[in-house]
């Protein structure tokens, strides 16, 4: 008898460590991985087999789904990538189909933290004024996308040293130094940064997960105020596990490679 067949929806590290482990612990399961085809190399998986592109919307993923027989949908996007996770959860309910989403926790606060949550990017950018006036550094790491909402007039004065793995397109800040890079990093190698570039203030999105989380160890060794952009919530009635073994373990997946 064939294993079940699973589609899982990646760009994450998540994502990967799934597909592989799904790969050892049940062999005989038909692992797919999607990937959105944003980044000119992106990390894949050892194992399964790797589709790029969208699908062109829900209702053309749930026509994959079917066509493709699949048993499982995992979402293991970025916890903000939000509009693949709504057209997973759309697609997995007319099609039928089982959905799992995989979202490894955010970043938790540290007492010593300067922390300041924000609710989206453009109300990141509004909090930028009462934390640092007219001249102050700002070390944004959200991401290439979104980066319009810190290119109005308001931000003028303000230094952006912009941390993105693909070139970021127009609107951007006025004043921006533009770093490409791609984790992990480390604590030494943040610190070096936050320090040669005069960073007087982090913005980050609440990704969580090891790879990133040097930056807000070192803003906060330096003192830093960090402005957090808090996650999407996860679509309403999507079962959500915090790591790959939670993952296997609700898939019903046990070390014995049996389902
Ligand atoms: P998004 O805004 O939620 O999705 C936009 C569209 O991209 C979706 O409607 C879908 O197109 C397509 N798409 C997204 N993920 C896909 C996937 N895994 N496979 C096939 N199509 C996908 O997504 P995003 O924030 O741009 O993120 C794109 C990808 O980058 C995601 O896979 C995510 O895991 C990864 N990523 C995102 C971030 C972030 O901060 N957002 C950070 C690191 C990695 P259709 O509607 O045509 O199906």
Same mark, same amino acid.
């Given at each position: 008898?064939?294993?079940?067949?699973?589609?899982?929806? $990646? $760009?994450?590290?998540?994502?990967?460590?799934?597909?592989? *482990?799904?790969?050892?612990?049940?062999?005989?399961?038909?692992?797919?991985?999607?990937?959105?085809?944003?980044?000119?190399?992106?990390?894949?998986?050892?194992?399964?087999?790797?589709?790029?592109?969208?699908?062109?919307?829900?209702?053309?993923?749930?026509?994959?789904?079917?066509?493709?027989?699949?048993?499982?949908?995992?979402?293991?996007?970025?916890?903000?990538?939000?509009?693949?996770?709504?057209?997973?959860?759309?697609?997995?309910?007319?099609?039928?189909?089982?959905?799992?989403?995989?979202? %490894?926790?955010?970043?938790?606060?540290?007492?010593?933290?300067?922390?300041?949550?924000?609710?989206?990017?453009?109300?990141?950018?509004?909090?930028?004024?009462?934390?640092?006036?007219?001249?102050?550094?700002?070390?944004?790491?959200?991401?290439?996308?979104?980066?319009?909402?810190?290119?109005?007039?308001?931000?003028?004065?303000?230094?952006?040293?912009?941390?993105?793995?693909?070139?970021? $397109?127009?609107?951007?800040?006025?004043?921006?130094?533009?770093?490409?890079?791609?984790?992990?990093?480390?604590?030494?190698?943040?610190?070096?940064?936050?320090?040669?570039? %005069?960073?007087?203030?982090?913005?980050?999105?609440?990704?969580? $997960?090891?790879?990133?989380? *040097?930056?807000?160890?070192?803003?906060?060794?330096?003192?830093?105020?960090?402005?957090?952009?808090?996650?999407?919530?996860?679509?309403?009635?999507?079962?959500?596990?915090?790591?790959?073994?939670?993952?296997?373990?609700?898939?019903?997946?046990?070390?014995?490679?049996?389902?």
């Amino acid at each position: 008898m064939s294993g079940p067949r699973v589609l899982i929806l $990646g $760009g994450t590290g998540e994502g990967r460590r799934l597909a592989d *482990a799904l790969a050892a612990v049940a062999p005989d399961a038909h692992v797919t991985t999607s990937l959105a085809g944003r980044v000119a190399n992106p990390a894949t998986p050892a194992a399964g087999d790797v589709r790029v592109g969208g699908f062109g919307g829900p209702g053309a993923l749930a026509a994959w789904l079917r066509t493709h027989r699949i048993d499982v949908l995992v979402d293991a996007t970025h916890p903000f990538a939000a509009t693949i996770s709504a057209h997973a959860a759309q697609a997995a309910a007319d099609s039928g189909t089982r959905l799992l989403a995989l979202r %490894r926790p955010g970043w938790p606060a540290d007492p010593r933290d300067r922390r300041h949550p924000a609710r989206s990017l453009a109300h990141a950018a509004a909090m930028l004024p009462a934390l640092g006036g007219s001249g102050s550094r700002v070390f944004l790491t959200t991401g290439r996308q979104g980066l319009a909402a810190f290119a109005g007039p308001e931000l003028d004065g303000m230094h952006f040293l912009v941390r993105t793995v693909e070139p970021p $397109g127009p609107p951007l800040p006025r004043s921006t130094h533009v770093l490409l890079d791609r984790g992990p990093y480390t604590l030494e190698g943040e610190t070096a940064l936050l320090v040669e570039h %005069r960073v007087d203030i982090l913005v980050t999105k609440d990704s969580g $997960g090891p790879a990133t989380a *040097a930056k807000l160890t070192a803003a906060r060794e330096l003192g830093l105020p960090v402005v957090m952009v808090e996650r999407p919530p996860v679509p309403e009635g999507v079962p959500e596990v915090p790591d790959v073994p939670a993952a296997l373990a609700l898939l019903g997946f046990g070390a014995s490679g049996r389902m």
